[in-house]
Structures are given as C-alpha cells and as structure tokens.
C-alpha cells in the first residue's frame, strides 16, 4: 500500500529556474493538500484541493501554481524559483469524511541557489 | 483565523521518565478536531494522538495522552516512560470540523531523550 508518494525526494534549483513537484494517492481520497515545512514555522499550507476539479489558497500561495490533474495527483508548479522557496514540502491526503486522518508523503527537500 | 502556538521550541528527558510538551490554540469554533504528529529524522509525518473537541474524556494511546482543557484552548502531549525512539520534532495541530478542513500546524516541539 504505498500511501502517499512525493517526486522527487531531493531538488536543487538555480534561482529562476521551474520545476513540479509531482504527488500521487492510491487511497482515492477526495482531498489534497501542499504544505511547506520550515525551521521555526512549522508546516504552513501553500494549496489545498477538497475535491477533484478545485483548489483553493492556502497560507502562503504566492510564487506557487496547483493543477488538480484527477483524483489521484496533484502538482506543485513553482515558475521561477527564489531561495526564498528553499524548503521541505509535504503533500498530504484525506478522504474528506469528517472523522479521518490525513496521510503525508515522504516530503522533497528543494534546495534554490 | 485559527492559529496553533508550541511555546517549547526544544526539550529534553531522560529515558524512562514521563515530559509534557505543550500546545495552545486560538479559535471561534466550538466543534473541531486536534492532533500531536511525530515527526522523525526520516521526515515522515507520524500521527500520534488525536481529540475531537466535543469530547471531554482525554485520548491515550498506550504511552502518550493528552490533557485537553477546551475552555483555556490548551492541548498537552504526555509522554510516559519515554523510550530513544520518542526523539523527534512533534507538532500540534488544528483542523475545523465544518467548511475548509486543512490542517493548521505550531511551530514544533524538538524532543530529545537522555540515555
């Protein structure tokens, strides 16, 4: 049961570069969600989609772009990356019912130079 | 907004004795959910104990219970008998019952246990 699964798990970036960050469930959970883990900060959300075909802001949006691609991905697109976007993201997954978990990936840690 | 506070950004225990990590949140709410994680050096979000607010008995799983005073807006992680492997960060979190149901972490807690 592989749960929640992140690519890569490791990215270094030159400032201005683009990437995605790819997340997959197999657990056919309804919502989805990008956070962004720093030191002292905790995890802070960046976007969430409850439920196929919608996203919505988080906490910290900005620089970042979502694509719910069907129920099982959703994308993390940054378009021209800053070191300020150096971090450890996490994706995570619910089923949506009120009385259930979320479940994390193993996180990327994207390293901006 | 709901905002969650770790005021202990690092402590310490030695092996076998019992430490309480602390959590204090803000909310209009009076029905939601909330939660300890564990969070290893391998960097996998762990999910140790939970409490759903309308709830007044206090959750225990095994060694780690909490001490939920819902009037104070205060949610206490015990953990007893603490073994090498309760190292880690551990996070407090919030999550609404209603409407947008994300996730609102603290800061952490760093635990590092004594041998």
């Known amino acids: 049961n592989a749960g929640v699964t992140q690519t890569p798990k490791f990215q270094v970036l030159k400032t201005g570069q683009s990437m995605t960050l790819q997340c997959a469930q197999d657990?056919?959970?309804?919502?989805m969600y990008w956070y962004r883990q720093d030191p002292g900060m905790g995890l802070r959300l960046i976007y969430y989609?409850?439920?196929?075909?919608?996203?919505d802001k988080g906490e910290v949006p900005n620089g970042y772009n979502v694509s719910r691609l069907n129920k099982r991905e959703f994308s993390l697109r940054l378009e021209s990356a800053a070191p300020s976007q150096t971090s450890v993201y996490f994706c995570?997954?619910?089923?949506?019912?009120?009385?259930?978990?979320?479940?994390f990936g193993q996180g990327t840690r994207l390293t901006v130079v | 907004a709901q905002t969650v506070t770790q005021s202990q950004p690092e402590m310490s225990v030695q092996e076998a004795e019992t430490v309480t990590l602390s959590c204090t949140y803000d909310t209009s709410e009076s029905d939601y959910y909330l939660f300890w994680y564990k969070q290893p050096p391998s960097r996998q979000m762990i999910l140790v104990i939970r409490?759903?607010?309308?709830?007044?008995q206090n959750a225990t799983e095994n060694r780690f219970s909490v001490n939920f005073q819902k009037a104070a807006k205060s949610f206490s992680l015990k953990i007893s008998d603490s073994q090498l492997g309760d190292a880690a960060m551990y996070f407090c979190a919030y999550r609404r019952v209603q409407g947008a149901q994300k996730l609102v972490f603290g800061q952490g807690t760093r635990l590092t246990i004594n041998p």
């Open positions: 409490q759903e607010a309308y709830k007044q």
């Open positions: 989609s409850a439920s196929e075909g919608t996203t």
């Open positions: 995570a997954s619910r089923s949506g019912n009120m009385n259930t978990e979320a479940f």
């Open positions: 657990m056919n959970h309804n919502s």
